[in-house]
């Protein structure tokens, strides 16, 4: 079943399909961890317990994304267990994501230059990481319905703590819509997904149609003066 949502996760993505691209691989995860999208994101680690993973999820007002701000203290506290504080804490840590931040410049009227940055957010593991993370870059349009541009981004265990730059074109549509999506999503790992906007507010386009160049007023010259009868002949 991981390798039919695979498959179909390929299929969409050559054919641009933003929406069914996340979900088909969501469902691959899902299917290789053996867990539910709804089911807390830290049971894809080996050690942690199904009682802690339980009370973990029944307290479902606090969002994934504040597990980074809580303490070991206030997760022990969280699951009613003291002692796990601790490991909790570290393996929330562990948790591959990435933090985003972009500069773009338009080239064309109908281009536009990407320099992204990524830069790792969480404590980088062989034994639980291996040597490389991968994550997909998908550029979604407004409405996260079609994939502008995709590419695989290898996070390596020698670099997880520099600034990774990554620069790429997406096609600028017409008309100007407000914003484009930055989206990384974890090849392997449920819920580690980062999204940055990139607003096209105050971004200036290059003129539509350029202006031709001026025609010079000059007097003409004979073909002679190139010095060479062989190339003269070709004037």
């Known amino acids: 079943a991981a ?9 969409a993505l050559r054919r641009n399909w933003a929406g069914l691209a996340k979900l088909t691989l969501a469902f691959s995860n899902m299917v290789a961890h053996r867990i539910w999208r709804s089911q807390t994101p830290l049971r894809q680690f080996k050690n942690v317990p199904e009682v802690v993973a339980r009370k973990l999820e029944r307290k479902s007002d606090i969002e994934w994304d504040r597990y980074a701000d809580l303490t070991p203290s206030d997760l022990g ?25 972009a500069h773009i410049q338009p080239i064309t009227r109908s281009m536009l230059r ?3 940055t990524l830069v790792s957010a969480f404590q980088f593991d062989v034994n ?16 996260g319905e079609n994939v502008l541009h995709h590419e695989v981004f ?15 074109t997406v096609p600028i549509l017409e008309p ?5 999506f930055i989206r990384v999503i974890s090849d392997r790992w449920l819920h580690s997904e980062s999204v940055l906007p990139i607003s096209f507010r105050n971004t200036i386009l290059p003129a539509k149609f350029p202006p031709p160049t001026e025609l010079l007023d ?3 010259l004979p073909p002679s003066v ?10």
């Open 114 to 116: 990407v320099e992204l």
């Open 176 to 180: 100007l819509p407000p914003s484009y």
């Open 3 to 11: 390798r039919i949502m695979r498959a179909l996760f390929e299929i």
């Open 154 to 168: 290898s996070l390596k265990m020698r670099s997880s703590e520099e600034e990774n730059v990554l620069v790429f």
């Open 226 to 235: 190139v010095g060479e009868p062989a190339l003269a002949k070709l004037f």
């Open 77 to 101: 506290e969280l699951v009613g267990v003291p002692k796990m504080g601790r490991v909790l804490h570290k393996l929330v840590n562990q948790f591959p994501r990435l933090d985003l931040s």
């Open 128 to 143: 639980v990481h291996g040597y490389v993370q991968l994550f997909h870059i998908l550029i979604e349009d407004v409405n």
């Open 218 to 220: 000059l007097q003409p």
